[in-house]
């Protein structure tokens, strides 16, 4: 079940990021605001999950749209992260006396937000008797025939079994070190970057912070390609869109990535590639 979740900022760039970060990693349906008063009349006439606020909006601004909230009784308990450029004092405690779930400071950074949503929403549902979305029920959205997949593994045995395992389903670039996806993701943003080991340098943990931060990369799929004793940990992690195990046959790659490819894509195209 989908959470309604309201975002008022009047700065438009974070309103993209949470969005997006919203709708890919929790499927949120969102109402997007950049002042309190719309903020109050969007409240007035919905119920929300809850809300992220800018304290420095137009019109009203985000301390008195908080004092509004408390004050009517449908409101009281909505939860409310902030987000801002506010660093005094004062201020922060006068929000924290309002009542606030969080607080984050701009410019925000994909993956500190992401963690901070995901702790809000997984709070904010099990308050709910557990209608909210958790953490480790994130909807991955599927992968169109033909998108392009960019697959990261020091092997080059590897990513040619990786490219085998997704036939015609996909157009696979297959890249060697970190430093090079870094390098073609940020000319042009794949749909999806399966991420292995062995990257060099710029290791598999350093990659995906750096591709959560290019603009262009916020609703590519980022996917960890880990070993069995990795993937309690990984799973955990909020920068992944998902994680799966690795895989030394095709067959057996094809069948983890299934998940990630249009339910409608030909079954027939899947057997070709990878004859039994």
């Not at 304290?55 to 301390?63: A, C, K, N, S, T």
């Not at 943003?189 to 603009?215: C, K, Q, T």
Request: contains cysteine.
């Amino acid at each position: 079940m989908s959470m309604n979740a309201l975002v008022v900022d009047g700065d438009a760039t974070a309103r993209v990021m949470v969005r997006r970060i919203l709708v890919r990693d929790f499927a949120c349906d969102i109402t997007e605001v950049d002042n309190g008063l719309d903020a109050l009349d969007q409240l007035s006439e919905k119920q929300f999950g809850f809300m992220l606020l800018d304290p420095e909006l137009p019109v009203i601004d985000g301390f008195r749209v908080l004092e509004a909230v408390r004050r009517t009784p449908e409101h009281q308990s909505l939860p409310v992260l902030i987000m801002t450029r506010q660093r005094d004092e004062a201020a922060v405690r006068k929000l924290a006396e309002l009542g606030i779930s969080d607080y984050l400071i701009k410019p925000l950074e994909a993956t500190l937000t992401g963690a901070r949503l995901s702790k809000l929403i997984g709070a904010t549902g099990q308050a709910n008797g557990g209608n909210g979305p958790a953490n480790d029920h994130k909807r991955i959205p599927t992968l169109q025939p033909g998108a392009s997949v960019m697959i990261v593994d020091g092997s080059s045995d590897f990513r040619q079994l990786f490219a085998d395992a997704l036939g015609e389903a996909a157009t696979v670039t297959p890249v060697d070190s970190g430093v090079q996806a870094l390098k073609r993701c940020k000319q042009v943003a794949p749909a999806a970057v399966f991420i292995g080991n062995e990257l060099g340098v710029l290791h598999r943990d350093l990659l995906v912070s750096e591709l959560r931060r290019i603009p262009a990369m916020f609703e590519s799929l980022i996917i960890g390609i880990v070993e069995e004793d990795e993937l309690e940990t990984a799973s955990q992690d909020t920068r992944w869109s998902s994680v799966v195990l690795r895989a030394d046959t095709s067959q057996a790659l094809s069948q983890k990535t299934s998940r990630f490819f249009d339910s409608q894509r030909p079954l027939d195209t899947v057997l070709r590639a990878h004859p039994s």
